[in-house]
Structures are given as structure tokens and as C-alpha cells.
């Protein structure tokens, strides 16, 4: 006989508070986000801070999967949500304006991306990824603003709380500085980016990140596995063998552990990113995302475990 999942937040066998289980208690329905490039373009790219970006980071500044940037935001979401619509149905949907820094520019172009995405079809929310040190109090005012209109939640990129691999990457930000930006969105809706992986982090490292976000109690965090993808610096370093990938138990492994840290009430948006299949140079096991997810769910029941279990408060 199966024993029950101990887990509280859950109506299956996950062992994590999933994105999935939270858009349903809340809307009553499957929630998509669309993701969207709104034109923007990010501080370490135009020198402001820095050149060339974070060396992981494509072209399309993490909006590999958005529609063709050159399309009107309205055309981009119709686009992608007849997608959505085929294969799911009727769903309702959050605009995502995930490519590059969504708050690096004038509050009026803010503004008027966000009455855009207000008049999107169906829609509940808004999610808009940014940078913590792109956060201009006039700007942090419009996002107060907006938060009184729809569900909007602000992704941040932290990547790491380590400065010396930040500095690694080409991050151009301390995560000093993050914090400083993180304080400015207090009674917000926050989704903190982690990634896994990154050049010169052990696992040690990696649960320290996780250590230090448990403590900033964000709604939200997504983990991204370190993708390998053609073209960027990062990519020519390992090429030039400076560095590995972490395998798939490693990443399993490592993943588990982190989340055994968090608050049991942190919704987890994503527990492994996607790289575009024809752009991914490593790690190919990474492809298998079912995979990934299922040995995650595996290896909390080997432990006993569930997400939350040695937070501290």
C-alpha cells in the first residue's frame, strides 16, 4: 500500500511546493506563462556596467523561447498562445516579459508594456524579469502601481551569492547589491533565479546559495541547471575544457538538498531550465526533463524528505 505524501502543499506525489499545485488553488484552472521580449536590453550589455552580458547568457538574453522580437507584444502572445491553445485548451495565461532586464529603461515604455499586457485575452497576472540593480525608485513606484491592478510578480536573477563567481559570469553585480534591490520590492511578489552549475561552484557552494535565499523568504524561486549553449563565452571556456557540467545525479542530488533548506511555503516555478535543442551543447542528458523531474520525486521518497524539512526560521 502507497503511504500518503507527508508533503502539505501538494494533491500528488510532489514532495515540493510546485508552481502547478499553486496556479491551481489559486485560479481554479492551468495557468500558461507567455513568454515576451518587450525590446529591452540589460546593463552588462551596453555599458553600462559591462559588455557582452553574463557569459551563459544567449543573444536573446533568456528569451530564446519568446515569439520574433520584431512582432508587436500583442502578436507575440497570439502567437505563442495558439500554441498553448492547441495543446492544452483553454487555459488562462500570465505575460512574461522574460528577454533580457525589463525594468532597464524609461518608466513611460515600462507603462506602456504593462497596459499592453493588461489587455491580453484571459490573462490573471504579469511576471516581469529584471535585475536587482535596475530598480529606480521611480520605477519600483509604477511596479507598487501595478500590483493593485493584477497578480504581478518580479523574477529577479541572482544566479549565485557568491562574488567571485558572479564576477566569473559577468554579472556585473554583487550579491550585496542584490539584496539592496530585493529590499526595495518588499511586499512584492518576488521570484529568485538560482543557477547550478556555474563554473568553479561545488556543491557546498550551491547549498550556501540556497542557504541565503531561505533566509530572504522569497513567494517564489526557480533552479536553472547550467546550459551549454553555442555562441556564448561560456561555451568557448568549455570547449576549451575549464570547466564541466554537472552530471544528472549530481544535479538530482544537489537539487533535493536545496530544497530541503527552503521555507515549505516558497512556490517553486521550475526545477531544471530548458536550452533550445538545437543550441545546446551540454549537458545532452538535460534533454530528458521528465527524467530529471521524476528523479527528483524519487529521491525525496529514498530520503524520507520533503521540501522545507531543515529550514531554519
Not at 485575452?121 to 520605477?139: K, Q, S, Y
Amino acid at each position: 500500500m502507497k503511504k500518503p505524501n507527508p508533503f502539505p502543499f501538494s494533491d500528488n506525489n510532489k514532495r515540493y511546493y510546485s508552481f502547478d499545485y499553486y496556479l491551481r488553488q489559486k485560479y481554479g484552472s492551468k495557468c500558461a506563462k507567455v513568454p515576451l521580449d518587450a525590446g529591452f536590453t540589460c546593463p552588462n550589455r551596453d555599458g553600462s556596467k559591462g559588455y557582452g552580458g553574463c557569459t551563459f547568457c544567449s543573444s536573446r538574453g533568456s528569451g530564446d523561447f519568446c515569439a520574433d522580437a520584431h512582432m508587436s507584444l500583442h502578436d507575440q502572445f497570439e502567437e505563442t498562445r495558439s500554441v498553448y491553445t492547441k495543446k492544452w485548451g483553454n487555459v488562462l495565461y500570465i505575460p512574461y516579459f522574460q528577454a533580457h532586464t525589463n525594468t532597464y529603461g524609461s518608466v513611460e515604455k515600462i507603462r506602456s508594456m504593462l497596459e499592453t499586457a493588461l489587455s491580453f485575452e484571459n490573462t490573471v497576472g504579469i511576471a516581469i524579469a529584471t535585475r536587482a540593480d535596475c530598480l529606480p525608485d521611480n520605477v519600483v513606484d509604477l511596479l507598487f502601481e501595478y500590483s493593485q491592478k493584477t497578480d504581478l510578480t518580479i523574477e529577479l536573477g541572482l544566479q549565485t551569492v557568491h562574488d567571485s563567481t558572479a564576477k566569473t559570469i559577468n554579472r556585473c553585480h554583487t550579491y550585496s547589491e542584490f539584496t539592496e534591490g530585493y529590499s526595495k520590492l518588499r511586499g512584492l511578489d518576488v521570484c529568485i533565479h538560482i543557477i547550478n552549475g556555474l563554473p568553479g561552484e561545488n556543491s557546498e557552494m550551491m547549498l550556501e546559495t540556497a542557504e541565503e535565499v531561505a533566509k530572504l523568504k522569497p513567494k517564489f524561486i526557480k533552479f536553472h541547471l547550467l546550459h551549454i549553449i553555442s555562441g556564448t563565452p561560456m561555451c568557448n571556456d568549455f570547449l576549451e575544457g575549464k570547466f564541466d557540467t554537472m552530471t544528472r545525479e549530481e544535479y538530482v542530488d544537489t537539487v533535493v538538498s536545496q530544497l530541503e533548506l527552503l521555507p515549505p511555503d516558497t512556490v517553486i516555478e521550475r526545477l531544471t531550465g530548458d536550452g533550445v535543442e538545437s543550441d545546446l551543447v551540454a549537458p545532452l542528458w538535460s534533454r530528458k526533463k521528465l527524467v530529471v523531474m521524476n528523479e527528483i520525486d524519487k529521491e525525496f521518497v529514498r530520503r524520507n524528505s520533503m521540501q522545507g524539512i531543515k529550514y531554519i526560521k
